[in-house]
C-alpha cells in the first residue's frame, strides 16, 4: 500500500486535535473495504483505505464522516452512496463526509470535491490530506 506522507500527517494532527476521542464505531477491516469495493464495483485508492481505516471513527469538529462497516446506522457508506447517487452525484464521486445533506467526496483522480443538494459546486481539494488540513482541522479550530 502506498499511502501518501502528507495523508499520514493530516491524521496524526486530527487524532492530536481530537484528544483521541472517537465515536464508538470500529474503523474498516481490510474484509469490509472489499466488500465495499464489490458494491462499488472498482477498487479505493490506497489513501481512501488508509483514511477508512485510521480515521473514519475520529470525533472532531462538525463533520460527519462516512463508515465502512457492518453497523447500520445513518452514514454507512453504501447507504449514502445510494442516497447521494438518487440526488445526482456522480458514479465516480464517493462520499467521505456528510455536512447539512451535502457531501466532501473523493473523486477517482484522488481530488476532494464539495456535492450540494443543488449540484456540483467548485469547491475542491486536492487530496484527502488537504480536506482533513482544511476542512476537518480547520473549520474546527475556526
Known amino acids: 500500500m502506498m499511502v501518501s506522507e502528507s495523508l499520514v500527517r493530516s491524521i496524526l494532527t486530527l487524532k492530536e486535535k481530537s484528544s483521541g476521542k472517537s465515536t464508538n464505531l470500529p474503523l474498516a477491516s481490510d474484509a469490509e473495504i472489499i466488500e465495499v469495493e464489490r458494491f ?12 477508512l481505516k485510521n480515521a473514519s471513527n475520529i470525533f472532531y469538529g462538525q463533520q460527519d464522516i ?6 447500520n446506522f445513518y452514514g454507512n457508506l453504501q447507504s449514502v452512496v445510494e442516497e447521494a447517487r438518487a440526488l445526482g452525484l456522480p458514479h465516480d464521486w464517493l462520499p467521505i463526509s456528510v455536512e447539512n445533506g451535502n457531501y466532501y467526496c473523493v473523486c477517482r483522480d484522488g481530488m476532494v470535491r464539495y456535492f450540494s443538494l443543488d449540484g456540483e459546486a467548485d469547491e475542491s481539494w486536492e487530496s484527502i490530506a488537504d480536506w482533513v488540513d482544511r476542512v476537518w482541522v480547520g473549520e474546527a479550530c475556526s
Open 40 to 51: 462499488l464495483g472498482f477498487e479505493l485508492s490506497d489513501d481512501h483505505k488508509f483514511f
Open 66 to 71: 462516512v463508515y465502512v462497516g457492518s453497523a
